[in-house]
């Protein structure tokens, strides 16, 4: 039942605050992110772990980047991203000291659940963050964090990547307080921005009117950049994979740094480019460079559309078309800039008369390898 939204990814990308609020429920107690089944772990074995490898597939392996840079900054233990279908092929370093964290929705993707049981074979821990009680993967591991976010029925993830991220930074606040490195400061800005997430869901989610218009003129459209930097930088593959995926038009995602080293000869008059901008408040020095990148490709004649925190003016003067997200921390950002993206694809693949929720070519869950 698509509760009277026109498809089911309409639908999804409106839940997503009550996507957030069911991933956090139960796991913040007095102020402390607390997970039962990382506890069950044992506190020896999280406080042993040296190194954690995500492996994922699409969509979730961008989950997977998101969360790298909060668990690495809250766990202090190096963290790395890795495809599912690549993890085996490249005979890993491995030891009864690392943890692999599986980012699944279906928990089925057969290529991650392939991925998992070499992991367990290989004696690691591993860490199943999935949204489908009972799948296959989260069954297999050694501990399962369920995003609880409700089904997700159309192929493209919407709710359940935005779920992923928050369990991810969930896990990597339970690992920095079990591993004694986690600031009582830190722990407590990051809760706070985590309870306030909900809320500011609604807002982002509420940039669909800007977001139908703008799409409106850019029906025809055959190619689209994205451009982020840090934690922008999985959110601006994100971007590009959803409009692949559903609009069926060519798109790519950089990281924003990158651009001088090649991929600015793309850059021609009129290409349309999303820029996510980082939050200038909280990280100044990624929002000046990222502003540069932005002039760098409007003086090159790009048609840019920047997505910015509200009440940054520092863009206005190079952006064709501005698109404003409630204040977070520079972490948090890509939750909420991701939703502007997730609906210019569903707009687009709507002005194209297809269908949004089943793509061609594609199945919801891969069983596949
Ligand atoms: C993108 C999408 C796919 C999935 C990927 C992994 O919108 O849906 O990229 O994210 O196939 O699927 P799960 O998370 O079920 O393992």
Same mark, same amino acid.
């Given at each position: 039942?698509?509760?009277?939204?026109?498809?089911?990814?309409?639908?999804?990308?409106? +839940?997503?605050?009550?996507?957030?609020?069911?991933?956090?429920?139960?796991?913040?107690?007095?102020?402390?992110?607390?997970?039962p089944e990382?506890?069950?772990?044992?506190?020896?074995?999280?406080?042993?772990?040296?190194?954690?490898?995500?492996?994922?597939?699409?969509?979730?392996?961008?989950?997977?980047?998101?969360?790298?840079?909060?668990?690495?900054?809250?766990?202090?233990?190096? @963290?790395?991203?890795?495809?599912?279908?690549?993890?085996?092929?490249?005979?890993?370093?491995?030891?009864?000291?690392?943890? @692999?964290?599986s980012v699944s929705q279906s928990g089925e993707t057969?290529?991650t659940l392939?991925?998992v049981?070499?992991?367990?074979?290989?004696?690691?821990?591993t860490v199943s963050v999935c949204n489908t009680q009972s799948a296959t993967i989260p069954r297999e591991s050694d501990a399962a964090v369920y995003t609880h976010a409700g089904p997700e029925?159309?192929?493209?993830?919407?709710?359940a990547?935005?779920?992923?991220?928050?369990a991810?930074?969930?896990?990597?606040?339970?690992?920095?307080?079990?591993?004694?490195?986690?600031?009582? +400061?830190?722990?407590?800005?990051? /809760?706070?921005?985590?309870?306030?997430?909900?809320?500011?869901? @609604?807002?982002?989610?509420?940039?669909?009117?800007?977001?139908?218009?703008?799409?409106?003129?850019?029906?025809?459209?055959? %190619?689209?950049?994205?451009?982020?930097?840090?934690?922008?930088?999985?959110?601006?593959?994100?971007?590009?994979?959803? *409009?692949?995926?559903?609009?069926?038009?060519?798109?790519?995602?950089?990281?924003?740094?990158?651009?001088?080293?090649?991929?600015?000869?793309?850059?021609?008059?009129?290409?349309?480019?999303?820029?996510? /901008?980082?939050?200038?408040?909280?990280?100044?020095?990624?929002?000046?460079?990222?502003? %540069?990148? !932005?002039?760098?490709?409007?003086?090159?004649?790009?048609?840019?559309?920047?997505?910015?925190?509200?009440?940054?003016?520092?863009?206005?003067?190079?952006?064709?078309?501005?698109?404003? !997200?409630?204040?977070?921390?520079?972490?948090?950002?890509?939750?909420?800039?991701?939703?502007?993206?997730?609906?210019?694809?569903?707009? *687009?693949?709507?002005?194209?008369? *297809?269908?949004?929720?089943?793509?061609?070519?594609?199945?919801?869950s891969?069983t596949?390898?």
């Open positions: 039942d698509k509760g009277g939204w026109s498809s089911f990814m309409a639908k999804e990308i409106n +839940e997503q605050p009550e996507a957030i609020a069911n991933t956090i429920r139960g796991r913040i107690v007095d102020g402390h992110v607390e997970i990382l506890t069950e772990l044992g506190a020896e074995r999280l406080q042993n772990i040296d190194r954690i490898i995500i492996i994922a597939c699409g969509t979730a392996s961008y989950a997977g980047m998101v969360g790298s840079y909060a668990i690495e900054q809250w766990a202090r233990v190096p @963290v790395e991203v890795q495809l599912s279908h690549e993890f085996r092929y490249r005979d890993p370093v491995l030891s009864d000291r690392t943890m @692999v964290i057969m290529d392939m991925a049981k070499y992991a367990i074979e290989q004696g690691v821990t029925v159309a192929v493209a993830s919407t709710k990547f935005i779920a992923q991220i928050t991810l930074y969930l896990i990597g606040l339970h690992l920095g307080r079990a591993r004694g490195v986690l600031s009582a +400061e830190a722990e407590a800005a990051a /809760v706070e921005q985590l309870e306030a997430l909900p809320e500011k869901m @609604v807002e982002a989610v509420a940039t669909h009117e800007q977001i139908a218009e703008l799409a409106h003129w850019m029906a025809d459209t055959r %190619s689209v950049l994205f451009l982020g930097r840090h934690v922008g930088y999985p959110a601006a593959l994100e971007g590009a994979l959803k *409009l692949k995926e559903i609009a069926y038009i060519h798109a790519e995602g950089f990281a924003a740094g990158e651009l001088k080293h090649g991929p600015i000869a793309l850059i021609d008059h009129g290409q349309p480019v999303f820029v996510l /901008v980082p939050s200038p408040r909280t990280s100044p020095l990624m929002h000046s460079k990222v502003v %540069s990148n !932005i002039q760098e490709i409007r003086a090159r004649g790009a048609r840019v559309i920047a997505i910015v925190e509200k009440g940054d003016t520092a863009v206005l003067p190079f952006a064709d078309e501005v698109v404003r !997200i409630p204040l977070t921390d520079a972490l948090f950002d890509p939750i909420l800039q991701v939703v502007p993206l997730q609906w210019f694809a569903l707009e *687009l693949s709507t002005a194209k008369g *297809l269908d949004v929720d089943q793509p061609r070519n594609l199945a919801k891969v596949v390898e």
